[in-house]
């Protein structure tokens, strides 16, 4: 069985061994899963296809992913009849902090009164679970889609090109979302592509139908427990994540996400937020990351410098320092910002206008689109600042966005909307509504 993404630890000091309770599978040697060793006392509660929780309302149906302190499910509540996210965290105190923040982030949001779209996935539920690793705090939310780095692999896939109001849509609303966050003095701390994740068009009739849109049932090894040796703190299935994985980085600061500052300043800050809403807004405009160096972090330090241009002065002496420690050759530079951006949203545009696989209709806010995205490059290069007190806000660089561009689509999705419920003498919100574009509206992962 090839090796699994190692999510949190390492193995213990002993000789246990949790794969040997699973059947070796060599037409599923390539399952993507959670290190088994992880399921130990203090860690991941083990879940299985089916099981039930919070006293039988929710059923587990598929896996969506795993971070390093959580594992995400899709499970369907009975009473309702519709889909959820159940986030099932390892042991956590009374006073978990993200519980306490996700909820107060709801609270916050409902008194708000915004009209705007949702930023992140509604609160629905929290409950406690006793298992056999501990306690674990579950939070509950609203089924949301594919995460940015799945969209932008299926479309780079494919060869698709994502829409322009798509993009300064998802922009728009990721800014909105940090604005949001940091005026309540509260710091993400690990946007990234695939903790954004955009809506999922609420039209399915059942489960089932969403389960189809996954890739069906998932795919699972089963343990081998036939003398009853398994201990009950080991997963009696191993479950490949959905098409739609929502799984985080093992690491708080993936390399390819790094800011910059923590290279050559001791410590960082909320404005590590900026930078990485940064380099997600600039892989979906250029579907593609930012840097993609995942080696040593000179080489990724050099992709940005040719990307973004020379370093501060204030840092040049450590970055001579790291560069004396670093025998490899240099690689060849890539071209700035500056110089790739204009070709880029020409290559936009030019996919739109020769669209072939009708992915994208031409209307009267076309043009429109196609101007606004120039604002994007502005807005990138402030965000992208090497130096965190130099990077523009996030609520500052949303405005910009909106002084460009005017969201019609949207606007006449809402009048629609509000029409055909007055039509229907019902007062329905937006929330289990389908949005204009299922791919516009995006939601962060708390």
């Not at 598929?62 to 594992?71: D, E, I, R, V």
């Not at 490899?328 to 204009?342: G, L, N, Q, W, Y």
């Amino acid at each position: 069985m090839a090796a699994p993404h190692e999510s949190r630890g390492s193995r213990p000091a002993n000789d246990w061994n949790p794969y040997s309770f699973f059947i070796h599978d060599p037409f599923l040697e390539d399952i993507q899963h959670e290190s088994l060793y992880s399921y130990q006392p203090g860690g991941y509660h083990p879940v299985a296809i089916d099981d039930e929780f919070h006293g039988g309302r929710y059923i587990i149906r598929h896996k969506l992913g795993w971070g390093g302190f959580s594992t995400v499910w899709f499970a369907l509540d009975i009473p309702e009849q519709c889909i959820k996210t159940a986030n099932y965290s390892i042991l956590m105190p009374d006073n978990d902090p993200e519980v306490r923040v996700v909820c107060y982030l709801e609270q916050r949001f409902a008194s708000s009164q915004l009209e705007k779209p949702r930023f992140f996935a509604p609160v629905l539920d929290t409950f406690r679970h006793e298992g056999p690793n501990g306690t674990h705090n579950c939070i509950v939310t609203d089924f949301v889609g594919p995460s940015i780095e799945k969209v932008l692999e299926t479309y780079n896939d494919h060869g698709l090109t994502l829409r322009p109001d798509t993009i300064l849509r998802a922009a728009q609303q990721l800014l909105d979302a940090v604005a949001f966050a940091h005026q309540l003095g509260i710091a993400h701390g690990d946007i990234s592509y695939t903790n954004v994740a955009f809506t999922c068009k609420a039209d399915a009739e059942c489960d089932e139908d969403l389960l189809d849109a996954m890739g069906s049932e998932p795919a699972t090894i089963e343990s081998k427990d036939e003398k009853g040796e398994r201990p009950p703190n080991v997963p009696k299935q191993m479950i490949e994540p959905a098409g739609w994985p929502m799984r985080v980085q093992s690491l708080p600061q993936p390399l390819n996400l790094r800011a910059p500052e923590s290279f050559f300043v001791d410590g960082f800050g909320y404005r590590q937020d900026l930078w990485r809403a940064g380099c997600v807004i600039c892989a979906i405009f250029y579907q593609d990351k930012l840097c993609k160096s995942l080696g040593a972090a000179t080489l990724f330090v050099r992709e940005l410098i040719s990307k973004l241009g020379p370093l501060p002065a204030s840092w040049q002496a450590r970055w001579e320092s790291m560069l004396s420690a670093d025998t490899r050759p240099e690689a060849a530079a890539e071209a700035p910002i500056t110089e790739t951006f204009e070709l880029r949203r020409q290559q936009i545009i030019s996919s739109c206008l020769n669209d072939k696989q009708n992915m994208y209709e031409q209307d009267e806010h076309t043009d429109h689109d196609f101007e606004a995205l120039a604002c994007l490059k502005h807005l990138m290069l402030c965000v992208l600042q090497y130096e965190p007190d130099k990077r523009v806000t996030a609520a500052e660089a949303a405005s910009w966005i909106r002084q460009a561009w005017t969201d019609y689509r949207r606007e006449e999705w809402e009048r629609e909307r509000d029409r055909e419920s007055d039509e229907a003498g019902e007062d329905n919100d937006d929330e289990g509504q389908g949005s204009p574009a299922a791919s516009a509206d995006i939601a962060e992962q708390a």
